[in-house]
């Protein structure tokens, strides 16, 4: 079955930097579209980034455009999420995503499947 996992959260002073990653597995990971959400404590989920099947097509919320970068690598059936300069504001559970469309749907209702996800933590 379909499985994503995903690693690279903790805690970080604002300013920091991480790298998340997802791996996947149970699907022809070149066929779905990959993204990233969020869920802070008491808030919705909500889009980050997504990156098109083939890599060359990427798209953010404007809240962290500038300050993250979305790839995958195909060989390696993973996807990643590069967030610099990051802010308090940034804390919370960081969810991986995949879906059989061209990009990820911004309606976390529209996802094709989830992982468990990561916390991020940063701290002022």
């Known amino acids: 079955q379909v499985r994503l996992v995903e690693s690279g959260g903790g805690l970080v002073q604002a300013g920091g930097s991480l790298r998340l990653s997802c791996a996947a597995s149970g699907y022809t990971f070149s066929r779905y579209a990959m993204g990233w959400f969020r869920q802070a404590p008491g808030k919705e989920r909500e889009f980050v980034a997504t990156i098109s099947k083939s890599g060359g097509i990427t798209d953010y919320a404007n809240s962290v455009k500038g300050r993250c970068t979305i790839s995958r690598d195909n060989a390696k059936n993973t996807v990643y999420l590069q967030m610099n300069s990051l802010k308090p504001e940034d804390t919370a559970i960081y969810y991986c995503?995949?879906?059989?469309?061209?990009?990820?749907?911004?309606?976390?209702?529209?996802?094709?499947?989830w992982g468990q996800g990561t916390q991020v933590t940063v701290s002022s």
């Open positions: 995503a995949a879906d059989i469309g061209v990009m990820i749907p911004r309606i976390p209702g529209h996802v094709d499947y």
